[in-house]
């Protein structure tokens, strides 16, 4: 019995390793291989894209009433989206940026200074109007109207639209700045037109 187990043991330590049990090996550092961690790379990380939050510019033909009624329109559409963070849309002419704003960039945007201000929306409004109206009030009343008229149908849609009751205050704030300017407008227009006549 000790000599069958001594062979035995000989056996099982001076037997050289089969070719099969090679390839199994070889075939089982390949499997894991695949799955190793691959060694990180020096790579220099992207930074993430940024929403773009200029003011939309008028189109190259602003100089008619129509256009000032669509910029209007447009900017307080803008100004509801930021208002709301991101998450309102009007109409299928309302084009969602490619970078939705964060929350910081929505508050940025329609803040003091932001290109979708109270400040900025209405002095780009007034810009459009002055530029139409050359001098003439009763261009500058035809402007009011007509603004007037898209901003009751732009509070009706966004009212459909979000069930509230209305327009978010930004857009009344700046609805009523861009009335006070045209007001100014037209009587500094009537002023000088008056005093144009007297000195004629």
Known sequence: ???????????????????????????????IGEFAVPETENTIPQAAPTASLSLVQPAENKDTVESIQG????????????????????GETFRVPEVLPSYEDAVRAIGPGGPYSVE???????????????????????????????VAI????????????DLPQ????TYDAIMSGLDKLQAEYTENNA??????
């Open 71 to 90: 910029q209007t329109r447009d900017n307080l559409s803008w100004q509801a989206y930021y208002n709301s963070g991101g998450h309102f849309k009007l």
């Open 154 to 165: 732009f509070r009706r849609d966004y009212q459909a639209a979000t069930k509230e009751k």
């Open 170 to 173: 930004i857009c009344l704030d």
């Open 1 to 31: 019995m000790d000599i069958s187990i001594s062979k035995l043991h000989e056996r099982t330590t001076s037997a050289s390793v089969s070719p099969l049990r090679v390839a199994t090996d070889e075939n089982f550092r390949d499997i």
């Open 195 to 200: 005093g144009t006549k007297l000195s004629a």
């Open 120 to 150: 900025a929306v209405t002095g780009c409004i007034l810009s459009m109007a002055a530029q139409v109206a050359q001098g003439n009030p009763d261009k500058i009343a035809e402007i009011r109207q007509e603004i007037a008229k898209a």
